[in-house]
């Protein structure tokens, strides 16, 4: 694959949920909860701790919401441990985005527990982490209505909040900025501290050139619809 390792881009899920699926259609296991509940447990083994949004988004595709509770659209539950998350599917229009990647790789196990020391003993991170659920729930009716100004804004919002957390980095700042001139918004994408951000434009060309110029790898992606397949 050309797609860059350890940069918050899914690949480790892609893998992950591939050779899950493979093993559990040989055994006559297979269906979609089963690939998304499996590999889910493989990355948190392998990482120390992890969220099943990249396992289950790859296994679904399209696009997913996590919730604390289950509502319109509920896929399956996965839990561990105390924690539990509701995976819903949730409707993408089909958008343009440009990733760019910084060059440096991004360690998901170590930024996870950063935020997680941050988070346990500042009431001031527990803060941060509401409004990111706040912004994340008003970009999903931004998603549901199309509007890409708004869905901008909301990009821009939730990359401050998450340097603000502590996981930007200097080169995913430069290309964020560069990126941010044609386009109606940009931010980090995956754990931070290294990795990709992700732009969506109307013009994937010209975004692609900023970032070329801030010294970023782009690369030009739309929505896809289709998770695992087994074919043969």
Request: glycine content about 10%.
């Amino acid at each position: 694959s050309s797609i860059p390792t350890s940069s918050g881009l899914g690949s480790s899920a892609a893998l992950t949920v591939s050779t899950v699926a493979c093993m559990l259609k040989l055994r006559n296991m297979y269906s979609e909860e089963n690939v998304a509940k499996n590999s889910f447990e493989v990355e948190y083994e392998t990482q120390g701790r992890a969220s099943p949004i990249d396992t289950s988004t790859v296994t679904h595709g399209s696009s997913i919401l996590l919730n604390g509770n289950k509502s319109e659209n509920f896929l399956w539950q996965i839990e561990r441990n105390d924690k539990s998350w509701y995976v819903h599917h949730c409707d993408l229009p089909d958008l343009t985005f440009v990733v760019g990647f910084s060059g440096k790789k991004g360690k998901t196990g170590e930024q996870v527990a950063k935020v997680k020391r941050f988070v346990e003993h500042s009431g001031f991170a527990r803060e941060i982490i509401r409004e990111i659920g706040d912004v994340t729930r008003e970009g999903v009716k931004a998603l549901k209505s199309n509007n890409k100004e708004q869905i901008g804004k909301l990009m821009d919002k939730n990359h401050k909040l998450l340097a603000i957390l502590g996981v930007n980095t200097p080169e995913l700042e430069r290309l964020v900025q560069a990126a941010k001139r044609t386009s109606y918004g940009a931010k980090i994408t995956g754990a931070g501290g290294g990795g990709c951000m992700i732009a969506l434009t109307d013009d994937p060309e010209a975004t692609a050139k900023s970032i070329l110029h801030a010294k970023g790898t782009p690369y030009i992606v739309h929505i896809s619809h289709e998770g695992v397949k087994l074919s043969g």
